[in-house]
């Protein structure tokens, strides 16, 4: 059995008194590349941002490895959602990607030549390198994706969150990116992202969560990705035909 | 100059100063509004505090006023996060209650002394240098200089301390909280530091001109760069400049020099608004008449790379044929042999082999928006940056 990366217990979460994440218990295994899945107000987000300690619950737990988030902060990278950020702010590609390090520099001290460094080859790997210097509301949306990834890269964590990366990309940033997150498994990171494109969770992904309030299924894609787990998640008749 | 004016414009360039840092960071979180508010709803705390310590330059009224500041922003939100309203109507809500608060207490109590509505709400900065702090008996200044130097002193290690805990929060408040910095935190210490220095700055210049010195020089700079750190410079330095231009108009008009400075800042924004190298209101027309030219270049040459037939690229045919006005066509002739795009050979229109790999690049570009191979083409042409 591999080991448990994140587990949640018993996890309620609401927004004035309304909960929008109901009794949630699940054991994300270490290594997998897994899809939250769930529609419109199935509090996927809501999933993310509790575990990762943005969101504060009314009821249950959360550990990551086996510890509190707290404490393990430096092992989880975060991809917000594009569009929770302005993107007019006055800074660059590389400055953006810079922040990445901060959480590993702590309160007070200044990143130096080693984090502009970590940021630099993060950005390579994203084939953003050529685009460091420039503004970032200069970017397209896709771009502007690939920097949020970089900036997560350069956390070198062995978790990463993602709150919809595909959202809004186009086809050429969406297979870029979905090679970078293989790549991460491969390399025997978690990677856990909020998905909404059904069509292509068998291809992209190995595990799969089904969430609307409460969750409905846990597991690996080959198992638990069918017709019925779907049906009881959106709540029509849903039909997805997997490739074999 | 005597003494006295150079004093006046001493403590106004660091009042502007003092205004612009925080300023930089409320503009940049869209929370313009609510230094307005603080700058209303300290009045209580300032009446209050002067009840008690029975000294306008005492530091406990400084902090006392601050703190009304503060709780200002947490009933805001508190009425925000009902849910019931939007920010704006609560701020509406919050600061005319406390500042009418304010103006009651004023009215009631403190007819006596030097405290009016028109003097926290205008200041004087003309009578800020008869005010001076004797330290044993030598005089060290007008007290006014002092408050604002300490209070700026302040600002100023705040701003290097936690600059990179500021900028990440402004930018990406998710990010923050999951990497262990507070927003929260460094939400309430930046409105701290504003409330802090728009009660310190009142007394010399009055918490109109504080809500100015606070949003005006930013939302200037804002329009000229796209790099924080010099936001904060251009913005510290629109400040000092309005401060002390100001001074100088209001010295000629022999006017409130509080107002003039507002006047000041209010004409550089005006200035900048219109002039600005890229965001403009000019630049930006100019830009969308580039791009429009540029879409008809586009058009024109993609017409000469899908025909080879003669008669499709007769220079008479073609203004008939892409349904142009003569200017219009003539300009981007013009414009098309001027970048070797194209050849004229006995009013045939041909495409020149740059033209051709320029128009293959172009179309490639629109369709894929893979835009790496064409980054230096960008330089040349509007349409294709972003």
């Known amino acids: ?244 | 100059m005597n003494s006295a004016q150079i004093e006046i414009q001493l403590i106004a360039s660091l009042v502007a100063i003092a205004c612009a840092i925080p300023g930089t960071f409320l503009v940049l979180r869209k929370m313009a509004m609510i230094s307005d508010a603080i700058s209303h709803s300290i009045l209580p705390g300032i009446v209050i505090g002067f009840f008690i310590t029975h000294n306008l330059n005492s530091p406990l009224l400084i902090l006392f006023a601050a703190f009304t500041g503060i709780i200002t922003v947490i009933l805001v939100e508190y009425i925000q996060k009902t849910g019931l309203v939007k920010e704006d109507t609560a701020i509406g809500l919050v600061f005319p209650a406390l500042f009418s608060i304010g103006v009651i207490l004023i009215a009631k109590n403190a007819n006596d002394v030097h405290l009016d509505v028109d003097a926290v709400l205008l200041g004087e900065l003309a009578f800020a240098p008869f005010d001076r702090l004797l330290i044993s008996g030598i005089d060290v200044g007008p007290k006014a200089l002092w408050i604002i130097g300490i209070i700026l002193l302040i600002t100023i290690s705040l701003l290097i301390a936690f600059f990179k805990e500021l900028k990440i929060s402004t930018f990406d408040a998710g990010l923050a909280a999951s990497l262990g910095f507070s927003p929260a935190i460094i939400h309430y210490g930046l409105m701290s530091v504003a409330s802090v220095t728009t009660v310190g700055a009142f007394d010399a210049v009055g918490a109109i001109l504080v809500v100015a010195l606070m949003i005006a020089p930013a939302a200037t700079a804002y329009l000229l760069t796209t790099d924080l750190k010099k936001m904060l410079s251009l913005a510290i330095g629109f400040g000092v400049l309005s401060a002390i231009s100001g001074y100088w108009f209001a010295h000629w008009l022999d006017a409130s020099i509080a107002g003039s400075i507002t006047t000041m800042l209010g004409l550089i924004f005006l200035l900048v608004y219109l002039f600005a190298p890229s965001k403009g209101v000019i630049a930006v027309l100019y830009r969308e008449k580039q791009q429009r030219t540029e879409v008809s270049l586009l058009t024109f040459l993609l017409h000469l790379k899908n025909h080879n037939e003669e008669e499709e690229r007769h220079v008479n045919h073609l203004r008939e044929h892409i349904n142009w006005q003569k200017v219009r066509a003539k300009t981007v002739l013009e414009l098309a042999l001027k970048n070797n795009m194209i050849v004229i050979d006995e009013n045939i229109v041909s495409l020149t082999k740059k033209g051709n790999t320029f128009t293959s690049k172009a179309i490639d570009y629109i369709i894929t928006n893979e835009d790496t191979q064409i980054e230096d083409m960008k330089d040349d042409f509007f349409l294709f940056r972003g």
């Open chain 1, 1 to 244: 059995m591999k080991q448990i990366a994140v587990k949640v217990d018993d996890l309620t979460v609401a927004y004035n008194y309304k909960p929008v994440l109901w009794d949630i218990d699940l054991e994300i295994p270490e290594g997998v590349l897994m899809a939250i899945v769930g529609p419109n107000g199935a509090g996927k987000s809501t999933l993310i941002k509790s575990i990762l300690g943005i969101l504060k619950p009314i009821a249950g737990s959360v550990s990551i490895y086996d510890k509190p988030y707290e404490k393990q902060r430096q092992l989880v990278a975060y991809v917000p959602q594009k569009g929770s950020v302005d993107w007019d702010f006055p800074t660059t590609a590389l400055d953006v990607v810079m922040m990445g390090t901060y959480g590993s520099l702590g309160w007070i001290k200044r990143p130096k030549q080693k984090e502009k460094k970590a940021a630099l080859e993060a950005l390579e790997k994203v084939g953003m390198l050529a685009f460091k210097g420039r503004q970032i509301s200069q970017l397209s949306g896709g771009q502007q994706q690939r920097i949020f990834l970089a900036r997560a890269l350069v956390q070198n964590a062995s978790i990463y969150f993602m709150d919809e990366p595909f959202q809004g990309v186009d086809a050429t940033t969406e297979i870029a990116i979905i090679n970078i997150l293989k790549e991460l498994r491969k390399a025997g990171k978690t990677v856990i992202v909020v998905h909404h494109d059904l069509q292509t969770v068998p291809e992209y992904f190995d595990w799969v969560t089904f969430l609307n309030v409460k969750k409905i299924a846990t597991g690996p894609v080959k198992d638990i990705f069918n017709d019925d787990n779907l049906t009881k998640t959106y709540g029509i008749n849903y039909k997805v035909s997997i490739q074999e």
